[in-house]
């Protein structure tokens, strides 16, 4: 089975970039009959501002394993200032990118306006840069 990783960039509750990310790995699961599992920084904040290594603190290190272990990625971040999110950059900085290679990741993100609509091309991509090449 497909494994989807849909990962939410937002802390805000309730998040229009968790709704959109949600939508579409459902979207993919259902033509791959794949599983999605959720990682939502929302509810990952308080240990995710504590980790800054691996192995991190629960529940984070189980969210980046599966990140690490996915088989197609969702990603999806609000803009703010123009970029991602602290908390999504954050939670990226500590996957291991070499695990990355080869999972193909969809980039998403929200926005107040169209204004910053090349941020998922100008700063998003190269977070995944060796997936998404
Ligand atoms: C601190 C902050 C900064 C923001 N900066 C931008 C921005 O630079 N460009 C933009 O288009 N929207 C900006 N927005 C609007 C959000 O990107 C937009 O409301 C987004 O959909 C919020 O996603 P969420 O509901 O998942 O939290 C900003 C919002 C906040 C709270």
């Given at each position: 089975m497909t494994s989807i990783v849909a990962i939410a960039g937002s802390?805000?509750?309730?998040s229009r970039t968790r709704l959109l990310v949600e939508d579409v790995a459902r979207r993919v699961a259902a033509r791959t009959s794949g599983a999605v599992t959720l990682v939502d920084v929302a509810e990952l904040a308080p240990e995710l501002g504590r980790?800054?290594?691996?192995?991190?603190a629960e529940p984070v290190e189980t969210a980046l394993a599966a990140i690490e272990k996915a088989d197609l990625i969702v990603a999806g971040s609000p803009i703010y200032k123009g970029s991602y999110s602290g908390f999504f950059k954050h939670l990226i900085d500590l996957?291991?990118?070499?695990?990355?290679?080869?999972a193909p990741v969809a980039l998403l993100a929200t926005g107040?306006?169209?204004?910053?609509?090349l941020a998922v091309e100008h700063q998003m991509r190269p977070l995944f840069a060796p997936s998404t090449r």
């Open positions: 802390l805000g509750k309730p980790s800054f290594s691996r192995p991190a996957v291991d990118y070499r695990a990355l290679t080869g107040g306006s169209d204004r910053h609509a």
